[in-house]
């Protein structure tokens, strides 16, 4: 197959691009300096320079390409989130899921690609109901600002591809990412955070989080490649959501750390905010029943109880401490 991918650069594209290549697909990858991508060129893919705001450029790139499928992995976060200055660290990543998502369905359009691949997020849910969530439960689209912005961006983005004409749209919710390159990592800032003892276990800690495996996800991009797919969305997560006093405490050990503190509601919400609060106490997580029932997929890091140890953070740790 003939893949055309936006985002091949990022954390997911690192595990994604070997595994389809594994799987004999040709790939063209768009980036907006071909200079630093040359770890893809080594690998086998067509490198092709373009920014996803110049529509033009990207049509060009696509037609030239002439691609089954668009895979877009499109994100610009940066290495830590401060939830006290959320609005300013997601609002670019914001602009490329409305306005890069549309100019890269503009571009498949008029290209004639017949099917587009998608990321989204699945920790975006409504706090409401059941705690553990399928693809029909509402997005919280009346969030507090400014995270109703980064929500009604993630809509916007599914909205597009799901809807555009001619193209079959496949949106896939990932959860949080653990893995390399992950802020899971050792050196990630979550794993900075909880050495440091700076996220503690808020308030009720029944948030639940809604775990994947970097190799995990891409695999399940992989998967849904598969012709027999049907458009729609489908979460991408371990089996076993998990509220934040349960699965904490474990990252901490897993990473060698201390044990995390407990912290009042109160107290969470003066030092990192309304939704940080809410990702400690009321945060839905997701099921993975429909995709695994769908596409030929089941992860192989199943939780996170036995996924966070197999990253050997503690021994990374060690000897990151001996240098």
């Known amino acids: 197959m003939k893949l055309f991918i936006a985002g091949a650069t990022g954390v997911i594209g ?17 980036t907006r300096n071909p200079d630093n991508a040359q770890w893809l060129k080594d690998l086998g893919v067509n490198v092709v320079g373009g920014d996803i705001y110049d529509v033009d450029r990207v049509t060009e790139l696509m ?8 895979i877009h992995q499109l994100t610009a976060l940066p290495k830590a989130i401060d939830p006290n200055q959320i609005e300013d660290h997601l609002a670019a990543n914001d602009q490329i899921r409305i306005e890069g998502t549309r100019n890269l369905v503009e571009a498949s359009g008029k290209a004639g690609v017949k099917r587009i691949v998608a990321q ?20 919280w689209l009346d969030a507090p600002w400014p995270i ?6 993630s809509h916007s983005l599914e909205t597009q591809v799901l809807n555009a ?43 639940i989080f809604s775990f994947i495996h970097i190799d995990d996800a891409a695999s399940a991009t992989v998967a849904a490649l598969d012709t027999n797919v049907p458009s729609g969305i ?6 076993e959501p998990a509220a934040q006093k349960d699965w904490l405490p474990v990252y901490a ?3 060698g750390a201390p044990e995390p503190q407990l912290m009042s509601a109160e107290a969470v919400l003066e030092a990192v905010g309304d939704y940080g609060l809410h990702m400690m106490t009321e945060m839905r997580g ?6 695994k029932a769908t596409f030929t997929w089941t992860p192989k890091h199943a939780s996170w109880r036995t996924g966070f140890f197999s990253m050997n953070l503690s021994q990374k740790v060690a000897s990151q401490s001996a240098t």
């Open 253 to 255: 050990q897993a990473l």
């Open 14 to 30: 690192r595990a994604l691009l070997p595994q389809l290549l594994n799987k004999g697909h040709t790939i063209t990858a768009l």
């Open 165 to 207: 004409p001619g193209i079959k749209g496949i949106v896939l919710r990932y959860g949080y990412f653990y893995g390399p390159g992950s802020a899971y990592d050792v050196d990630g800032s979550m794993a900075e955070s909880v050495r440091a003892g700076y996220f503690p276990i808020g308030g009720s800690g029944a948030g």
């Open 234 to 239: 489908y979460n991408i997560v371990d089996d």
């Open 148 to 153: 109703r912005r980064t929500i009604e961006a």
């Open 120 to 139: 989204s997020i699945s920790f975006i849910l409504a706090p409401e109901g059941s705690m553990i969530k399928d693809e029909t439960a509402p997005l």
């Open 63 to 70: 037609k030239q390409a002439q691609p089954d499928t668009v």
């Open 286 to 291: 997701a099921s993975n029943a429909k995709a």
